[in-house]
């Protein structure tokens, strides 16, 4: 079982990236799914969640309104997606995504996510 995360890149301030985690393995059907990113010399922090239950999300404040996680479309199963819109220079990290399994948390950004993806480099420069 893994996840593969991908779609990272070099884009200008104020561009879009379209960040793909897709799970082997296994169905994402039963999990919480998490984004996370770390900066150079910064601790790792949650970006956005999502709860495969009821498809509720958790964005951080620093993203909000920016970003948008989905999970799944017709073609790719077993996928969850980071739209990222309007980026800033702030937004430069790895990108990780990681999942848990469902348990009593009502909120996704409250889990300890276990199985973590491999992460891709977000750089947001001119």
């Known amino acids: 079982v893994q996840l593969q995360a991908s779609g990272g890149g070099l884009v200008q301030p104020g561009g879009s990236l379209s960040l793909s985690c897709a799970s082997s393995?296994?169905?994402?059907?039963?999990?919480?799914i998490g984004w996370f990113r770390q900066a150079p010399g910064k601790e790792r922090e949650v970006v956005s969640c999502?709860?495969?239950?009821?498809?509720?999300?958790?964005?951080a404040d620093s993203v909000q309104g920016r970003f948008t996680i989905s999970r799944d479309n017709p073609n790719a199963k077993n996928t969850v997606y980071l739209q990222m819109n309007r980026l800033k220079s702030t937004d430069t990290a790895v990108y990780y995504c990681?999942?848990?399994?469902?348990?009593?948390?009502?909120?996704?950004?409250?889990?300890?996510?276990?199985?973590w993806g491999q992460g891709t480099l977000v750089t947001v420069s001119s």
């Open positions: 990681a999942t848990a399994a469902l348990d009593y948390h009502t909120r996704c950004r409250d889990y300890e996510y276990e199985l």
């Open positions: 393995g296994f169905s994402l059907d039963y999990y919480v």
């Open positions: 999502i709860d495969s239950s009821d498809g509720s999300t958790y964005y």
